[in-house]
């Protein structure tokens, strides 16, 4: 993220294309990642009974 945004105030356009690029496949990474269970993180807590 750090990359991106110095790439938008520097005013480079082949450095915020590369340094997008790279934030979406590092999002779209941990959206796999959460959605096939194999993040590490702990399970969420059960919701209080209402």
Do not use: C, F, H
Request: glycine share 16%; net charge negative; aromatic share 0%.
């Amino acid at each position: 993220m750090d990359a991106l945004l110095k790439a938008v105030t520097s005013g480079d356009v082949s450095g915020l294309l590369g340094a997008a690029g790279n934030v979406v496949t590092g999002l779209v990474a941990v959206v796999v990642a959460i959605v096939l269970g194999g993040s590490g993180l702990p399970a969420l807590p059960a919701a209080p009974a209402a």
